[in-house]
């Protein structure tokens, strides 16, 4: 049968983003919170700090903020909030590293759950089936750097690595490789989670089955991520990191398309994305240009781009060592239909291909670009519409107006 693809086009996203537990509950009005007992705290002198999120857009300020260290901290606050009889709501919201958009992460004059505060051991299973147990307030970022030790890393990712556990699995977790393995929702083995009513439970695709699925990509609205036993493959040393350039975008969408839509077993990239390159904006400015600097100035200026709407397909290939990756990237790329001369190539080390996005946040939090609103938007494009998409977007809405940057990742409508 005919792979269906689809096209997710993220527009304004440096990568993919977290939407945090809020959901409704009544006041605490008959249980006072100071007198609730935590093993962690309840701050209600600084909630200012809970009051925004990565959208930068909205401010909400908090009745207070719980930093709980244990699960039975916000089993506690939850159990309470749903027993307490009183006509006001109350709303309990869980923080990860706050990179929703519209709010999600805020709770105006209710309770901010600060999950970053729910770190522990990141245990890691290297024989027997593969897993890392870790935390909902896990950063990912810790997560990579735990499972390298033992030679071993998640499958899928998402571009931007500090973020929590519970936030993206809350969400999707999309990123390159998501073609190959689907979202990091895909390769969850089991999930333990404190439900709207307070419950802690553990759950998996045989036990509690209703809420494991709910609760991935539920968007919070199902109950509270604290742990999460995640899937591991063997990781790879090194990664050859390439773009190719197209001015023609069904010719860069059938090349993306036919990469991703490869027989499994069948040689192909290990990640997949790409992105737009619009409004006279050049490569050599362009929020990724760390890549093509400082060997390639010379032959991006041959390539004539100024004025010109370009696309960049962005692969990468995992290796070991570099005994076949030569050959297998060779023979890839010639079967695509990208510019001549547009070919640029980096090794980098597994950890720094997937902890890039953090370089350019050093960069641009240095020009101070980083803490500014992000109004993004994030849009699933079925496959039979992506080239009148192209036209009216691409090529006219944003072609007079500064954008920032646009992703576009090529996906399988079956994973």
């Not at 860069?252 to 036919?258: H, M």
């Not at 409004?279 to 010109?308: A, I």
């Amino acid at each position: 049968m005919e792979n269906r693809t689809s096209v997710l086009v993220l527009i304004f996203v440096i990568t993919s983003l977290i939407s945090a537990v809020g959901f409704s509950i009544l006041d605490l009005g008959c249980s006072p919170l100071r007198d609730l007992d935590f093993d962690g705290h309840l701050d209600f002198d600084n909630t200012h700090l809970a009051a925004a999120d990565f959208g930068n857009r909205l401010t909400a300020h908090p009745r207070a903020v719980l930093y709980p260290t244990s699960v039975s901290d916000i089993a506690t606050l939850v159990k309470s909030a749903y027993r307490c009889d009183s006509l006001s709501e109350l709303t309990i919201a869980a923080r990860g590293h706050a990179h929703s958009l519209n709010g999600q992460a805020q709770a105006e004059n209710g309770i901010v759950i600060a999950m970053e505060s729910l770190k522990g051991v990141i245990d890691v299973k290297n024989h027997g089936p593969l897993y890392v147990d870790v935390n909902g307030g896990d950063l990912w970022i810790d997560v990579l750097h735990a499972t390298l030790k033992e030679g071993l890393a998640p499958k899928s990712w998402t571009d931007y690595l500090y973020l929590t556990v519970g936030g993206t699995l809350s969400n999707a977790g999309i990123s390159g490789q998501a073609f190959r393995h689907g979202p990091q929702i895909n390769n969850v083995y089991q999930l333990e989670v404190v439900t709207g009513k307070g419950d802690v439970l553990n759950c998996s695709k045989d036990k509690n089955s209703e809420l494991f699925h709910a609760v991935l990509g539920g968007l919070g609205q199902f109950g509270i991520i604290t742990k999460a036993r995640i899937a591991l493959e063997p990781a790879p040393q090194m990664v050859r990191w390439i773009r190719v350039l197209y001015s023609d975008f069904k010719v860069f969408t059938t090349d993306q398309e036919y990469l991703i839509s490869r027989p499994i077993g069948d040689l192909t990239f290990d990640y997949i994305e790409g992105f737009v390159i619009v409004n006279n904006e050049g490569l050599l400015s362009n929020w990724r240009s760390s890549f093509f600097s400082p060997q390639n100035p010379v032959k991006m200026k041959n390539l004539n781009t100024k004025g010109r709407v370009l696309y960049c397909l962005e692969m990468a290939m995992n290796y070991m060592n570099n005994k076949t990756v030569d050959e297998d990237v060779t023979s890839l790329l010639s079967s695509l239909h990208f510019l001549p001369g547009s070919v640029f190539t980096t090794d980098v080390s597994y950890l720094d291909f997937l902890d890039r996005v953090h370089t350019s946040e050093l960069k641009l939090r240095s020009k101070g670009l980083w803490d500014v609103p992000h109004p993004w938007l994030n849009l699933l494009v079925p496959g039979s519409k992506i080239q009148e998409f192209d036209a009216r977007v691409f090529k006219d809405i944003l072609r007079n107006t500064s954008s920032g940057p646009i992703l576009i990742y090529p996906m399988n409508s079956n994973t």
